[in-house]
């Protein structure tokens, strides 16, 4: 049984939420690209129909736990939704999409034309595929399977995995060139696998599964009066903030915890300094008492005397005590030299890895179309590959091209089998973000594809030398 059935069957028979945020978060992106794309870039309308697709999904739990492949439903569904709901409209919308496009293409050149005219065509060519082969390209490009992985799912051998993912890309190709837009399939795998998903926006992984899992709850009777209030009207901006606030926040909540204790720290300096304050009044008016007693001792004042040394002894010992409380709660308020970061939440390390994902991608891209333009020959540093790179793509991030290798720097037909060779690599590995996970790190292949590999000791080195240039082809 695959993880998705595993996790689809855990919501169908505890209503576990948990199991449903997670199905939601690995098809988050698939599922809202295509909205985006059905929707013709309208953002608002994708959203409202990515969240349909995901309570239909909650719908119908019990009887999707048996389908072989859960992704290829959601891309489906997601169609059909989209047909559903704008098919009074489709008409219209599609000619003002057109007439725009068109305007655009004629005012200024678009920084990528290819993809500009092929996005408003995908969907349509996807649905023309047969359910096999458009699962194939949807595994190899849309989400970046390996091969041998396309092929674990399709029940094939990583060979005929290339061969139905190659012949699928070919009739895609075939499509597109019937309605004008041609391409080699080479370029249209590039293409698919550079463009076909962008990331969905970070809001919807948390209004997503509130929403989904409040309309199952209306059919199935669960009490969650969140998550219907949620589900009675559209999702809007200031809703959607507000639920980040208080889902994501984890930062915050520290942040907030760390103030509240320093505030009782303030307090109890206040207390402790006001207790020290008549501390000294007091010791000093007993100290005056003993000046005078012991300056003229009367028959009946002696017992007096010691009681008075003996109180103020006791005041001496409590000011001594108050004035290390006093110098512990100012170390307490000082923060350590090199605290610690807190550890990432899994939505964070999520976005580090998508962000990583996209990183490495657009590097190797850039790889394949310096060789287009240099007779095959891969760069033999980053700086070749710069002029395809641009720094919009990872502006906002904090990778760079020093967490990396270039692990090949021959020419691009040398390589016999492109999906089995390494060409890009991390340079260090990133630990695990909770216990019992596995250390990872991110590879590009000299087919496009990238992946992030996991071991459970941190050592590579046996399977990078099975992906390296001069391992196995």
């Known amino acids: 049984m695959s993880e998705d059935a595993e996790l689809l069957g855990r919501y169908a028979r505890e209503h576990s939420e948990g199991a449903f945020t997670e199905l939601v978060r690995r098809h988050l992106d698939l599922v809202y690209s295509a909205a985006l794309r ?4 309208d953002v608002p309308e994708a959203q ?17 736990t048996r389908h072989p492949a859960l992704v290829g439903w959601l891309y489906t569904t997601t169609r059909r939704m989209a047909s559903r709901a704008r098919r009074t409209e489709r008409r219209r919308t599609a000619r003002e999409q057109e007439a725009n496009l068109m305007n655009e293409i004629l005012r200024e050149p678009a920084p990528q034309p290819d993809w500009d005219r092929l996005r408003p065509l995908l969907e349509e060519v996807m649905h023309q595929l047969g359910e096999t082969d458009r699962l194939a390209v949807l595994l190899r490009f849309f989400q970046s399977k390996s091969l041998r992985e396309v092929g674990e799912v399709l029940g094939l051998s990583e060979n005929a995995a290339r061969m139905r993912v190659e012949r699928a890309l070919d009739k895609v190709r075939a499509q597109l060139a019937r309605k004008g837009v041609t391409s080699s399939t080479a370029a249209l795998g ?71 204790r320093l505030r009782e ?12 304050a008549q501390l000294s009044i007091d010791n000093e008016r007993l100290s005056n008492q003993l000046a005078q007693a012991a300056e003229s001792p009367r028959e009946g004042q002696l017992d007096n005397l010691q009681k008075l040394r003996a109180e103020a002894a006791k005041l001496r010992a409590q000011t001594n005590e108050m004035t290390a409380l006093l110098a512990e709660n100012r170390r307490l308020r000082t923060p350590p030299p090199t605290a610690q970061a807190p550890p990432k939440t899994p939505l964070q390390a999520k976005e580090e890895l998508m962000n990583k994902m996209n990183f490495s991608r657009q590097v190797v891209l850039a790889f394949i179309m ?24 990872f502006a906002d991030t904090n990778i760079t091209t020093d967490q990396f290798d ?41 087919d496009g594809h990238v992946e992030i590999h996991a071991e459970a000791d941190g050592n590579f080195d046996a399977w990078e030398q099975q992906h390296l240039s001069g391992g196995p082809k």
């Open 48 to 64: 409202d129909l990515t969240q349909q697709v995901f309570s239909e999904l909650a719908r119908q739990a019990n009887r999707l």
């Open 265 to 276: 720290v303030d307090d109890s300096a206040r207390q402790q300094a006001d207790r020290l």
């Open 406 to 446: 270039i692990t090949y720097q021959g020419s691009w037909q040398a390589i016999t089998n492109p999906a089995s060779v390494i060409v890009l690599r991390e340079k260090q590995a990133n630990p695990p973000n909770s216990p019992g996970g596995k250390w990872n790190k991110a590879y590009g292949f000299a």
């Open 370 to 393: 310096h060789a287009n333009d240099h007779e095959g020959q891969f760069p033999t540093n980053f700086d070749q590959a710069m002029p395809y790179l641009g720094g919009a793509h």
């Open 190 to 260: 590039v293409m698919l696998a550079g463009h076909a998903v962008a990331a969905a926006p970070a809001s919807l992984a948390v209004s997503i599964p509130a929403a989904a899992l409040a309309g199952a709850a209306v059919e199935t009777g669960t009490t969650l009066t969140l998550l219907k209030l949620m589900a009675m009207t559209k999702i809007k901006t200031a809703v959607i903030s507000a639920v980040v606030v208080a889902g994501v926040a984890t930062s915050l909540v520290l942040q907030q915890q760390a103030q509240a």
């Open 38 to 41: 059905l929707a013709g870039g």
